[in-house]
Nanobody
Framework: QVQVVESGGGLVQAGGSLRLSCAAS????????MGWYRQAPGKQRELVAT???????NYADSVKGRCTISRDNGKNTVYLQMNSLKPEDTAVYYC????????????????WGQGTQVTVSS
């Protein structure tokens, strides 16, 4: 019904930048919330940032001032610009979407991407 695909991860030195992208496609009526979570080895998945359809954003304290989330509603795409990266930002980054699906009424469903690896070397 809905596919979520991330791109843009990779290996970068500390202090560098990366831009993650995530596109949702399929039987989408609307997307209320989009965002990014991450999971480092041995740790729980944690929020990085979210953005609502009206543009309201929310950031984890650990990334405030270093990351910017944005979205293109026409393309059902969300971006995460990450600057001043630190080794502790190393994790698999997952895209999250909350979607109203065609032919499924007014219910909204959560869809996740497969994850993209971000590695920051010191």
């Amino acid at each position: 019904q809905v596919q979520v695909v991330e791109s843009g991860g990779g290996l970068v030195q500390a202090g560098g930048s990366l831009r993650l992208s995530c596109a949702a496609s399929g039987s989408i009526v609307s997307i209320s919330l989009m965002g990014w979570y991450r999971q480092a080895p041995g740790k729980q998945r944690e929020l990085v940032a979210t953005i609502a359809s009206d543009g309201n954003t929310n950031y984890a304290d650990s990334v405030k001032g270093r990351c910017t989330i944005s979205r293109d509603n026409g393309k059902n795409t969300v971006y995460l610009q990450m600057n001043s990266l630190k080794p502790e930002d190393t994790a698999v980054y997952y895209c999250y979407t909350n979607v109203r699906v065609r032919n499924f009424g007014s219910n909204q469903y959560n869809y996740w991407g497969q994850g993209t690896q971000v590695t920051v070397s010191s």
